[in-house]
């Protein structure tokens, strides 16, 4: 019934989906620090793509604007310049007076010194054979140009007009458009280098965009993905938990089932009459008596399990002697073991020192820890009782051990993990229809827990188990102080 | 709790799972999608609008192109105005004019310098006299002297021209009227020159220039400003005045430095049509474009500027020719000259001694036509007074030239400079001549420059 | 001895006699100034930095100045460059070279295009960076300026075997007065 509904549960989810499902549920322990890290990652490398992309077009434009914007402007003052070396040239042609001759000489000489130095400028940057060629070709062009303005200047200057004419017209003109040309072929040289950048820009700009897109897609998928996962996680977790509340339900209903219906049974015969001799009848009501007394243990647990999940546990912390809980957990056990058959054997070490703690409490923990070990024992009949002075490997101080050791069909190493979990019973167990709610463990560790212990198996198959109670020795001054306020009670509330 | 509602619980928790789920997913597809919708819009233009960038580089460089085009265009619409200002003296050359500029301002030709551009000068020359002497038949009168435009244009480095042109009046008190005869100018063209300077140790003229005869006759021109005296010695009068030397010849001279260190010797050679014959003396003797014979005339000069004395200039100079007079047998010619001049800004000697030889050819008739003349001035502030005293003695029966005969006489004058440019002169000629009563002038002039 | 010839002997006579009263009474040519070690009296006589002429003598300087050369000897045409009159400078040259007036100075020039000995006049320029930057410019030029107004844009040359800085430099100016 219960694997019917089990498997009615997942067909009803979004599919069964083998390997990732118990994947999920291992990893939903961890999802939110998973997924962040996860997303983490995933940004941090869609940013270093980005940044990356980012940096090569910023230093593609720069590149572009360093060199072929620059250049060009740097062309334009070039030509500018060449040609004011010419006009001024000119203009001193349109005076007789050598002062203004002079000055325009100097405005000549000044615009051609900032020629010279862009062409050494430009050669300095020029880096393709191309452009050194072109730069040295315009260098000696314009100092050839130079010379014939340096001739045309100083006939100006002399008087000599007609002279200055004739040089220009002889070699001024040619060796200028020399120039003028090669400024051209410059220009051109930097607008295809533009044209060029300007592509390379384009096609990185497109790179970064796909790459982003892609990366944002990613990261929508991953981010949905982990969405999806961690309430798929969230979703089995619930479900897992229905699964357990609905076997411990069936569990506990089978339980109260049993010994119910033998003590509706035994009723029935006695009202009817079935079993009239006195024998039978205390026979009967014998059953009946231990049927309730075991339907009442088991609503025990359960009470006590839902007061411990509530926060609602109390416990009487008193200073206690080892040998009195084991005497009072034999004592609440001994009808039990008797009526199995089984044999206890009690270890308890000498002068052992006291703890603090509830007894009733410690007496149940232990109580479940026999009754596990009379359920599991198979066909041993023995248990041992074991209480000895030993060294914490948690604390610095000994503590006091009481070990619970049975020849049992023992716990397989799978089962481990979850024998303390509540409401867990093991497939083993449940097909061997042995009868438990599976709350005892849970129960038995809480109390551990509570009193400042804890609660350690270890366990072979068809071997046996020993369950160990790892119980904080009680400090003098604890003891005192619960000697002395016993009055007031102090209380544990279970956490 | 009835084990029937659990699954339903599950169902729904599995429900309100995948609706959380959906809800989570959902914004975040909505928002990246609008992110990469937002990239790629702020992407650059896909590779088809890389072809309207290039085009619209294209642009830009066109539009630039034409901006340059166009301030060229206004520079050159500027230019005009800067020739406009008006400057002293010389006149200015114009702007040389811009070629039209295409829209690509790499495709523009250079400007050009324009070839009708020169550097031409002109200085101008005049006087003005009121004169008065007791020969009969003159009258005391005004008279206009000649306006003497001295025209000088700078060629080349080499090249220069130079020359001098005169508006003077005759007897007829008419300016500038052409006579209708052959070699006459109303306006005399009286130096027009081409120089050509290799160096200081040859400079050749070609043209019509005064022939290096003596000192005076290349040291002043047709200037009285620049002349101390009212008027040039007999000897160094113009052919047109009754001069009886060859002041103008139309030909080739050479002249220059001889290598002679701190003599500072020079040299001149000259070659040139000569003159006419001077009878009758109303013909224009300088033979400007037409020349009565093929012989030429020939003049060697040479002369020292020695460093030693500052000013001093000794020079030697010898003119051979031959003259066609009408209805005579030629006459060779031959003139020798030699001068001591002493010539500084505050003093000046000047002295000239000349030999005139006419030989008949074809008879023993030698004709010697001796003449000299010594002037001396010192300048004190703006003053300057001076003396001359010349000679010269002409046969009666000097074929060429027999009206001269023998003619002596101081001069003593003075001038007065009143300004940079204007010169006050009055001076007292005495002058005896042969047989006939001494004639004594009185002439006050002013001279100038513009 | 004829009358005439008599009188001849007579003013040659009197003309030497007058010029020798005008070598007297000429303004006596000055003595050569004591060196002065203070260079910002001294006239640097400069020419364009291709020019091969190292020196000059004065005679050989004067004859520049005065337009009596027109070319160097490697040919190019000399370019004579004078500061504007008012100027130091000039008056210094006027008064060492040429020892003439201003007007005098003009008369000559004048006189000389008008003979046609001088081949070009002189170029006058308004301060002593602009006669720098002329001479700069024009090959053949030739000027002068203030021995600390000189610069590397023009080379100074020696007259008679001296450098403005040196003992027995002759062109020698008033020292500017103190303000």
């Known amino acids: 019934m219960r694997r019917q509904t089990k498997h009615l549960l997942r067909r009803t989810t979004f599919g069964s989906v083998p390997l990732i499902d118990p994947l999920l549920v291992s990893i939903a322990r961890y999802s939110s620090t998973l997924s962040f890290l996860a997303v983490l990652s995933v940004v941090t490398i869609a940013g270093i793509f980005v940044m990356r992309d980012v940096k090569s077009t910023n230093i593609e434009a720069q590149k572009m604007y360093a060199g072929s914007v620059l250049g060009l402007h740097r062309i334009g003052e070039l030509q500018y310049e060449a040609q004011e070396t010419r006009r001024a040239t000119f203009y001193a042609l349109t005076t007789n007076d050598s002062n203004l001759q002079v000055e325009y000489a100097d405005q000549s000489r000044e615009a051609d010194r900032l020629v010279s130095e862009g062409i050494i400028e430009y050669l300095r940057h020029a880096q393709m054979p191309q452009e050194i060629e072109i730069g040295k070709r315009l260098q000696m062009d314009w100092s050839d140009f130079l010379e014939v303005r340096n001739e045309v200047l100083a006939s100006i200057l002399e008087g000599s007009t007609k002279e200055a004419v004739n040089l220009d017209q002889a070699g001024g003109v040619q060796s200028f458009d020399r120039v003028r040309q090669d400024l051209g072929e410059i220009k051109r040289l930097y607008n295809e280098q533009a044209s060029q950048r300007l592509a390379n820009v384009v096609a990185g700009s497109r790179r970064f965009a796909i790459r982003l897109i892609t990366v944002l897609v990613l990261t929508l998928a991953f981010a949905s993905a982990s969405v999806w996962a961690i309430e798929r996680s969230k979703m089995l977790a619930a479900i897992q938990l229905a699964e357990l509340q609905m076997e411990f339900v069936a569990s506990v209903s089978h339980e109260l089932r049993s010994p119910l219906a033998v003590i509706s049974s035994a009723a029935d015969n006695i009202v009817d009459g079935v079993i009239s001799r006195k024998d039978d009848v205390q026979r009967y009501v014998g059953v009946i008596r231990n049927q309730s007394r075991q339907i009442t243990d088991l609503v025990n647990q359960i009470l006590q399990f839902a007061s411990i999940q509530d926060g609602r546990s109390r416990y009487v912390l008193r200073p206690l002697e080892v040998s009195q809980i084991v005497e009072s957990v034999l004592g609440n056990t001994s009808e039990l073991l008797q009526g199995a058959g089984f044999v206890v054997e009690r270890q308890i070490e000498a002068s052992l020192p006291g703890i603090l703690g509830d007894l009733s409490a410690l007496s149940q923990c232990l109580q479940n820890l026999i009754v596990n070990s009379v359920k599991y024992s198979g066909e041993s009949r023995w248990i041992g009782i074991r209480a000895l002075l030993a060294d914490s490997e948690d604390r610095a101080s000994p503590e006091i051990q009481i070990k619970v050791q049975d020849h049992g069909i023992g716990i397989a190493r799978s089962e481990m993990p979850h024998i303390f979990e509540p409401f867990y019973r093991s497939a083993t167990v449940v097909d061997a229809q042995i009868h438990g709610a599976g709350l005892g463990l849970s129960l038995a560790k809480n109390i551990a827990q509570a009193m400042g212990g804890k609660l350690s198996v270890v366990s072979e198959v068809a071997r046996g188990t020993t369950f160990t109670l790892h119980l904080p020795i009680a400090r003098r001054q604890d003891l005192q102080m619960a000697a002395g306020a016993i009055e007031s009670t102090p209380t544990i509330e279970n956490e | ?450 | 001895m004829s009358r005439w010839t008599g009188r001849f002997l007579i003013l040659t006579g009197a003309g030497f006699l007058a010029v020798a009263l005008s070598l007297a009474s000429d303004p006596p040519r000055r003595a050569p100034p004591q060196p002065s070690a203070a260079p910002e009296q001294n006239l640097a006589i400069v020419v364009n930095l291709s020019n091969p002429t190292a020196n000059l003598s004065m005679a050989e300087l004067r004859k520049i100045f005065l337009g009596e050369r027109s070319h160097w000897p490697n040919g190019r045409r000399i370019t004579l460059v004078m500061i504007e009159p008012g100027r130091p400078e000039r008056t210094a040259v006027l008064s060492l070279i040429y020892q003439m007036s201003e007007n005098d100075f003009n008369n000559h020039f004048l006189h000389g295009l008008f003979t046609g000995e001088v081949f070009a006049s002189p170029k006058t320029l308004a301060t002593p960076v602009g006669v720098r930057k002329f001479i700069f410019n024009v090959p053949g030029a030739i000027g002068y300026v203030r021995a600390t107004d000189v610069d590397a844009s023009v080379k100074v040359i020696r007259i008679d075997e001296r450098l403005p800085d040196d003992k027995g430099y002759r062109l020698h100016f008033p020292s500017r007065p103190s303000n």
């Open chain 2, 1 to 450: 709790m009835k084990f029937s509602l659990l699954p339903r619980r599950v169902l729904h928790a599995e429900g309100l799972t995948g609706l959380r789920v959906r809800k989570r997913i959902l914004p975040l597809l909505l928002g990246s999608l609008v992110t990469a919708t937002i990239l790629q819009a702020q992407q650059p233009e896909s590779s088809d609008a890389t072809v309207p960038d290039k085009q619209t580089l294209q642009l830009l460089f066109q539009r630039i192109g034409q901006l340059e085009a166009r301030v060229k265009q206004l520079e050159s619409e500027r230019q005009p105005s800067a020739v406009a200002t008006p400057t002293p003296g010389p006149a200015q050359p114009s702007v040389p004019p811009v070629n039209e500029v295409e829209q690509q301002a790499e495709s523009t030709m250079p400007e050009r310098m324009d070839l009708s551009k020169t550097l031409l000068r002109i200085r101008g020359f005049g006087d003005t006299t009121l004169h008065g002497d007791t020969q009969k038949g003159d009258n005391t009168a005004f008279s206009l002297g000649q306006l003497d435009l001295f025209v000088t244009s700078d060629i080349s480095e080499k090249f220069k021209f130079l020359s001098e042109i005169v508006f003077e009046g005759g007897p007829d008190n008419i300016y500038g009227v052409t006579r209708g005869e052959a070699n006459t100018f109303g306006v005399d063209v009286e130096r027009y020159l081409v120089q050509y300077s290799y160096n200081d140790y040859l400079n050749v003229e070609a043209g019509r220039w005064h022939t290096a005869i003596g000192y005076y006759n290349t040291a002043y021109h047709h200037s009285t400003w620049f002349q101390t005296t009212t008027d040039r010695p007999f000897l160094f009068d113009f052919e047109d005045r009754g001069g009886i030397l060859p002041i103008h010849t139309v030909g080739v001279s050479a002249s220059g430095l001889i290598p002679s260190g701190s003599l500072g010797l020079h040299y001149v050679a000259e070659v040139g049509n000569g003159r006419a014959s001077r009878s009758p003396i109303d013909q224009e003797p300088v033979q400007n474009e037409v020349d009565d014979q093929s012989h030429k005339a020939f003049n060697v000069a040479i002369f020292a500027r020695p460093e030693a004395i500052r000013g001093l200039q000794v020079g030697f100079s010898a003119y051979r020719d031959l003259l066609a007079p009408a209805n005579s047998p030629r006459i060779g010619e031959t003139i020798l000259a030699a001068h001591v001049v002493f010539v500084r800004p505050q003093f000046e000697w000047l002295n000239e001694a000349l030999a005139v030889r006419h030989s008949v050819s074809g008879t023993s008739q030698v004709f010697n036509t001796p003449g000299f003349y010594t002037q001396i001035s010192k300048q004190f502030g703006s003053y300057r007074p001076y003396f001359r005293y010349q000679y010269v003695n002409a046969s009666n029966t000097e074929p060429i030239f027999p009206d001269v005969r023998l003619r002596h006489g101081p001069s003593v004058g003075l001038r007065y400079d009143a300004s940079e440019s204007v010169a006050l002169k009055l001076q007292y000629d005495y002058t005896a001549l042969r047989r006939q009563a001494a004639i004594s002038a009185l002439a006050l002039q002013i001279g100038f420059t513009f």
